[in-house]
T-cell receptor, first 114, second 113 residues
Framework: AQSVTQLDSQVPVFEEAPVELRCNYS??????LFWYVQYPNQGLQLLLK??????LVESINGFEAEFNKSQTSFHLRKPSVHISDTAEYFC????????????FGRGTSLIVHP | GAGVSQTPSNKVTEKGKYVELRCDPI?????LYWYRQSLGQGPEFLIY????????DSGLPNDRFFAVRPEGSVSTLKIQRTERGDSAVYLC???????????FGPGTRLTVL
């Protein structure tokens, strides 16, 4: 069985500050890892994913996440946040092959203040 | 192209009533997933279709919940004898065959009074 832990339910930051949203997972097999973002009143959108290869993955809007197998983590980072980054962020894990049904964490609310 | 759509966007019903929630996946996507998202929680898997058949329904909480996808495209999630605890946002997602990325709809917010 797989599980995801997002320790921080809310992360308030000021605009242009760096941010890290933490995600730890547990799984008995190799994993695929995802970060989804949910803007207010919108559906979930895939932000970035790790399938294999380079452990550092990046999104088009400046976020990055690093797969750390030894620490079973996939923390999300951005060096300088914008007001528009205010949203709910969900970390998810799935097993390669088959149905790709992900298990989601409970989410972290990123609140960017001016 | 059009994304995943879900109707209605909001549904208010009374305890004990029957409801149907509809999902239109992205055209050509063979896989379809239903999730339930309660307040303050991440999406929780309910059921997965590959084509017309339910490949995995292990997430359905009880036999009041049922879903169909008769032609391998549109899917309907059906909830009988609704209870207040069924109140949540019901999310639908689709993906291409063998695809590892799911595309989500905006959800249906169900409120059971």
């Amino acid at each position: 069985a797989q599980s995801v832990t997002q320790l921080d339910s809310q992360v308030p930051v000021f605009e242009e500050a760096p941010v890290e949203l933490r995600c730890n997972y547990s799984s008995s097999v190799s994993v695929y890892l995802f970060w989804y973002v949910q803007y207010p009143n919108q559906g979930l959108q895939l932000l970035l994913k790790y399938l294999s290869g380079s452990t550092l993955v990046e999104s088009i809007n400046g976020f990055e996440a690093e797969f750390n197998k030894s620490q079973t983590s996939f923390h999300l980072r951005k060096p300088s946040v914008h007001i528009s980054d205010t949203a709910e962020y969900f970390c998810a894990v799935s097993e390669p092959g088959g149905s790709y049904i992900p298990t989601f964490g409970r989410g972290t609310s990123l609140i960017v203040h001016p | 192209g059009a994304g995943v759509s879900q109707t209605p966007s909001n549904k208010v019903t009374e305890k004990g009533k029957y409801v149907e929630l509809r999902c239109d996946p992205i055209s050509g996507h063979t896989a379809l997933y239903w999730y339930r998202q309660s307040l303050g929680q991440g999406p929780e898997f309910l059921i997965y279709f590959q084509g017309t058949g339910a490949a995995d329904d292990s997430g359905l909480p009880n036999d009041r919940f049922f879903a169909v996808r008769p032609e391998g495209s549109v899917s309907t999630l059906k909830i009988q004898r609704t209870e207040r605890g069924d109140s949540a946002v019901y999310l639908c997602a689709s993906s291409s065959r063998g695809g590892n990325e799911q595309f989500f709809g905006p959800g249906t917010r169900l409120t059971v009074l």
